[in-house]
T-cell receptor
Framework: GQSLEQPSEVTAVEGAIVQINCTYQ??????LSWYQQHDGGAPTFLSY????GLEETGRFSSFLSRSDSYGYLLLQELQMKDSASYFC????????????FGAGTRLAVHP | DAGITQSPRHKVTETGTPVTLRCHQT?????MYWYRQDPGHGLRLIHY???????DKGEVSDGYSVSRSKTEDFLLTLESATSSQTSVYFC???????????FGSGTRLTVV
């Protein structure tokens, strides 16, 4: 089967950097995605890593190590609007672009 | 300009009644998915579709059925609603591997 582990909560201050880790166990791994969800809203796509290394998109970066079954989302220059839940999701073999999601990390950004 | 819409947005129903949730897309994407979201569980896949009339079960499919008679519509049916099916239901679409999902706004279902 597939499983993902990520911290349930993270707290940080405005302007800081925070890293949200995700470890996974899956057969036939294709890639790791990250999604952001504000309270009462729908998840929105942030990034996708299929290969090892760091992908940068503005203030957000995502990293993958396939050999360690590990990835992280790095948020820089934190803003209050970054307070949200963040989900890692594994795309695994079996086709149809199915994703299995972690339970989510709730990020609280304080002034 | 939303490419994906869910209806209804909120619904309260009684135990034992059938319920159908609708997902409609205007993006002509091949893949459509139904997830449920509950505290502490993240998003769990109920059913998915990879084309018209092509559907399959996800990890929590018991008590649910789906149908996709047109590319743009994916229906989720609870044949006989139970209180354990109280949840927020999200529909998502994608076109190909590596592309992110686009989620609908969700349906909050309460079974009393």
């Amino acid at each position: 089967g597939q499983s993902l582990e990520q911290p349930s909560e993270v707290t940080a201050v405005e302007g800081a950097i925070v890293q949200i880790n995700c470890t996974y166990q899956t057969s036939g791994f294709y890639g790791l995605s990250w999604y952001q969800q504000h309270d009462g809203g729908a998840p929105t796509f942030l990034s996708y890593n299929a290969l090892d290394g760091l992908e940068e998109t503005g203030r957000f970066s995502s990293f993958l190590s396939r050999s360690d079954s590990y990835g992280y989302l790095l948020l820089q220059e934190l803003q209050m609007k970054d307070s949200a839940s963040y989900f890692c999701a594994v795309r695994f073999s079996g086709g149809y672009n199915k994703l299995i999601f972690g339970a989510g990390t709730r990020l609280a950004v304080h002034p | 300009d939303a490419g994906i819409t869910q209806s209804p947005r909120h619904k309260v129903t009684e135990t034992g009644t059938p319920v159908t949730l609708r997902c409609h897309q205007t993006e002509n994407h091949r893949y459509m998915y139904w997830y449920r979201q509950d505290p502490g569980h993240g998003l769990r896949l109920i059913h998915y579709s990879y084309g018209v009339k092509d559907t399959d079960k996800g990890e929590v499919s018991d008590g649910y059925s789906v149908s996709r008679s047109k590319t743009e519509d994916f229906l989720l049916t609870l044949e006989s609603a139970t209180s354990s099916q109280t949840s927020v239901y999200f529909c998502a679409i994608s076109e190909s591997g590596g592309d992110g999902y686009t989620f609908g706004s969700g349906t909050r279902l309460t079974v009393v």
